[in-house]
């Protein structure tokens, strides 16, 4: 595998004429090949880094997600720091997210939707085991590939957690939070659980859950 050192290395291509090919409060994710030997297409992500803070946080990413390997994880291909920015080089999923998917398929066979969501498991498993949080599972971070399998992804606010252990800082995303960090009494695995809980609704249909006013009371429309 040929390595990504400097900008010099990333080659752009296209997906329906444009390089990007997702969003993140981070930036754009676009469409890459190494530049020599062509090898790819893989996914790039930018993240800005203002100050040494920042960079130590994405640089704690990194190491965790360089840890990973499993089929049901989207993996680190490679990675470098250039102009105050990092480049995370990814593996590409060329179907794009779980939560697109689903909203513009007219019609998913129950097999499919069973054997998808198990992988998901598979993967909150394999974390979990490894004394791993990810702390954001929602349908939005979980890819997939050209054969429609699972890649679990965006480690940015995952961190290391054994199951004795109580983790306090408040993150994620609201509609999928549990209970527990709602409420400001830290997150444990049983927190992955719970927004593994609500993404599985998902795969039964157009449910968005919202969350009214301070985030203290959740419900749900079918949409």
């Not at 994880?73 to 593996?91: M, P, Q, S």
Request: glycine share 6%; hydrophobic share 40%.
């Amino acid at each position: 595998m040929a390595s990504f050192k400097t900008q010099k290395d990333i080659t752009f291509l296209k997906k329906h004429g444009k390089s990007v090919i997702g969003h993140g409060a981070y930036g754009d994710v676009c469409l890459i090949q190494h530049t020599r030997s062509r090898q790819g297409p893989f996914a790039l992500k930018k993240i800005h880094l203002p100050n040494a803070a920042e960079r130590e946080y994405v640089q704690q990413e990194i190491n965790l997600h360089r840890r990973l390997d499993h089929p049901f994880i989207i993996r680190l291909v490679d990675y470098f720091f250039e102009d105050n920015t990092a480049f995370l080089i990814l593996e590409y999923a060329s179907q794009g997210n779980l939560h697109n998917y689903l909203h513009k398929a007219l019609f998913i066979p129950q097999p499919d939707l069973l054997r998808m969501f198990t992988q998901v498991v598979l993967a909150v498993q394999y974390l979990h085991e490894n004394d791993i949080l990810h702390r954001d599972i929602k349908p939005d971070n979980i890819l997939l590939d050209q054969s429609r399998n699972v890649k679990l992804c965006d480690f940015g606010w995952s961190t290391s957690c054994t199951r004795l252990q109580i983790r306090d800082t408040f993150c994620g995303t609201p509609e999928y939070m549990s209970p527990e960090m709602l409420f400001g009494k830290g997150q444990t695995h049983k927190s992955d659980i719970y927004s593994l809980g609500k993404t599985r609704f998902s795969f039964l249909g157009s449910f968005f859950f919202l969350v009214k006013e301070l985030g203290l009371e959740s419900f749900f429309i079918i949409g």
